[in-house]
């Protein structure tokens, strides 16, 4: 299974609506095929490696006429953050990320793992190698923590409202 269908599995359970959704991502990091389907959600998926490309695939959103977008995380599209972050808000797009900074940036929301526990996780793995540890006996270890972040402003201005019980378990609700 692919990076990108984890990743959109992952995503897909996090909404709760039944939608068409589209699903960005970079081509030159991820291999997978032109549409998904998830548990009834059908993703189509957008492909984008340049700034023309993202603009092509909001277009091709707009087109699809599609309920929603996934952002895959990449670096390359988290480098174009505010490019899309600003066609999703221009588009009325309701978008969720996979990276906190697209929520702190004006995206509508983000789900995704913590990357400060990452980095916390990735030291202490050092410092272990440090003090002699040999790493093939360490074992292999994954991000557990993921977080949660709800920009309200954004629902406000796209007239998305969230019930309180979904606000309740966002890790972080910005306002």
């Known amino acids: ?15 709760c609506w ?10 030159k990091r991820e291999a997978c095929g032109k549409q998904h389907v998830l548990s009834g959600l059908q993703l189509q998926v957008l492909n984008a490696s340049s700034e023309s490309e993202i603009d092509k695939a909001f277009r091709r959103f707009i ?29 009325a797009v309701t978008a969720i990320y996979g990276v906190r900074e697209f929520a702190t940036s004006g995206g509508l929301m983000s789900y995704g793992n913590d990357l400060a526990d990452a ?7 050092a410092a272990k190698i440090l003090k002699g540890a040999k790493p093939a006996e360490l074992p292999v270890e994954q991000v557990v923590r993921v977080e949660f972040l709800i920009n309200l402003k954004t ?14 378990r966002a890790d972080e609700v910005i306002e």
């Open 1 to 15: 299974m692919s990076c990108c269908t984890n990743y959109c599995r992952r995503q897909a359970s996090s909404l």
């Open 63 to 91: 087109e699809l006429r599609a309920d929603a977008l996934i952002v895959s995380v990449d670096s390359f599209l988290n480098n174009q953050r505010a490019q899309i972050v600003a066609l999703a808000a221009r588009h």
């Open 18 to 27: 039944s939608i068409r959704a589209t699903h960005l991502r970079n081509p």
């Open 155 to 168: 629902a406000g201005t796209l007239g998305v409202t969230f019930p309180i019980t979904l606000l309740g």
């Open 119 to 125: 980095y916390r996780q990735s030291g202490i793995y």
